[in-house]
């Protein structure tokens, strides 16, 4: 009796440890996508490092989350039109002709840039919490006024080229962790910040749904990582030096959090 409970208990952990490693596992049909990764900087890579020098002012990172997608799962064939700057047109009018019939796997990261992220943190940055907070809420009603109908027009003009492709929407982390001693932006223009940006994934995450599309939420994955938080920073503060990588993920950043995340949407 106790040799079959013995057996019993041993194939039960077989079967356990044999369900963990096929979810480890990536499905088969990865070797075998064709995978095109769209957007903006990102998904580009901006504030990685390593930037391929075909990609020119757009700064594809070989740290960015599509290529360390490419690197580690290796499907049939990978191309990345993510650019620096890209707004919603600009995806529609110079990434989506990328895509095509044979297309299996795409990715897609924008919207940010169509609610001005980058001269929202300059104005928060030189001018002070009053006319931050006024520039978050001006991208705040922007964004309930305008970007899902963008996002849409985007994930439409996708559905047309790639019918059969398997969508991933990868929204933004917030940038700052609250109630910490932390140099800077004043408490109120950092919780400000973080509502427009969550207000954006919540857009952005509706839209994909909406198209049947899934959506890469990093915001968890970041907690613990962001500005004024007390773990390594995954994102980079403003740098007078070189302001185009400030706010963006560092490499570890897109290792760490953004690169799991699409890959676990991704299958």
């Not at 932006?185 to 919780?191: E, G, I, K, M």
């Not at 699409?262 to 299958?267: D, I, K, T």
């Amino acid at each position: 009796m106790r040799r079959s409970r013995l057996v019993t208990l041993a194939l039960s952990l077989a079967t356990s440890l044999g369900a963990t490693l096929a979810l480890a596992v990536p499905a088969q049909a990865a070797a075998t996508d064709r995978y095109v990764a769209l957007g903006d900087s990102y998904a580009s890579g901006v504030g990685a490092g390593s930037y391929t020098a075909e990609s020119g002012s757009c700064q594809r990172s070989t740290n960015a989350y599509p290529a360390l997608y490419n690197t580690n799962v290796q499907p049939a064939s990978y191309c990345s039109v993510a650019c620096s700057g890209a707004r919603t047109t600009d995806v529609v009018n110079s990434q989506l002709a990328a895509l095509g019939s044979t297309t299996t796997l795409v990715s897609v990261t924008v919207g940010g840039n169509d609610v001005g992220f980058a001269n929202i943190m300059t104005t928060c940055v030189l001018y002070g919490t009053t006319e931050c907070v006024a520039a978050v809420q001006a991208a705040e009603d922007k964004a309930r006024a305008d970007l899902a109908g963008l996002l849409a027009t985007v994930y439409n003009g996708i559905k047309s080229r790639a019918a059969s492709a398997r969508v991933v929407v990868v929204g933004y982390p917030v940038f700052y962790q609250l109630n910490t001693l932390c140099v800077g932006l004043s408490d109120t223009s950092r919780a400000k910040i973080n509502e427009g940006i969550n207000l954006v994934d919540d857009i952005t995450r509706s839209a994909a749904l909406a198209a049947g599309f899934k959506f890469a939420d990093v915001r968890s994955i970041f907690v613990g990582h962001q500005l004024c938080s007390y773990g390594e920073k995954w994102l980079h503060a403003l740098n007078y030096t070189n302001l185009g990588i400030s706010y963006h993920p560092t490499a570890a950043g897109q290792a760490g959090g953004y690169y799991p995340v699409f890959r676990g949407a991704a299958g």
